[in-house]
């Protein structure tokens, strides 16, 4: 009986398959490994607040995550300066909507108080105001010269603050 070639073709070992497959499973190890050291670096990073809240460390984050993964680091980095930038850009927008806010009351209260001369006068003047949307629940209801008086003083101080400042503001941006 002859012997059947093909088994020993069949069987024959690759040397290079089996360097190939070593590399595969050294590069699947150091993946799983970046992985979990960058899931220790966030993990071991979290602080508990005063208020009991937690919150990422995010400079020994980025440090820890840096040593494992440098890759990741730098994206982490990225993101992080993305989100302090809107943050940022975000406090600058509230800032400017509550000193917008502030100017457009304290013009509405000075216009408002230059025409109020009497009971009647003052109702219509409450009614303006609350109809441009600003809170009069804390004003009295009846008419006191006094108050107006100091109303209309403190709008016109409050609207050449904000003029000054818008002054100063523009002098900067110039420089």
């Known amino acids: 009986?002859?012997?059947?070639?093909?088994?020993?073709?069949?069987?024959?070992?690759?040397?290079?398959a089996g360097i190939e497959n070593g590399m595969r499973m050294r590069e699947s190890y150091d993946r799983r490994q970046q992985n979990l050291g960058t899931k220790?670096?966030?993990?071991?990073?979290?602080?508990?607040?005063?208020?009991?809240?937690?919150?990422?460390?995010?400079?020994?984050?980025?440090?820890?995550?840096?040593?494992?993964?440098?890759?990741?680091?730098?994206?982490?980095?990225?993101?992080?300066?993305?989100?302090?930038?809107?943050?940022t850009q975000n406090a600058a927008a509230a800032e400017k909507a509550k000193r917008d806010k502030m100017a457009y009351e304290a013009e509405m209260i000075g216009r408002v108080a230059g025409g109020i001369k009497d009971q009647g006068s003052y109702e219509q003047g409450l009614a303006a105001l609350a109809k441009s949307g600003i809170d009069t629940a804390g004003l009295p209801r009846q008419y006191d010269p006094n108050l107006v008086n100091s109303y209309r003083a403190r709008a016109l101080s409050v609207q050449e603050q904000f003029a000054n400042e818008a002054k100063q503001q523009e002098f900067a941006a110039k420089q």
């Open 40 to 87: 220790d670096a966030f993990a071991k990073n979290m602080i508990t607040n005063p208020d009991g809240t937690q919150s990422l460390d995010r400079q020994r984050a980025m440090s820890d995550l840096m040593k494992v993964n440098p890759e990741a680091g730098l994206q982490f980095e990225q993101q992080t300066n993305a989100m302090e930038q809107q943050k």
């Open 1 to 16: 009986m002859p012997i059947d070639s093909s088994i020993y073709q069949r069987n024959r070992v690759d040397p290079g």
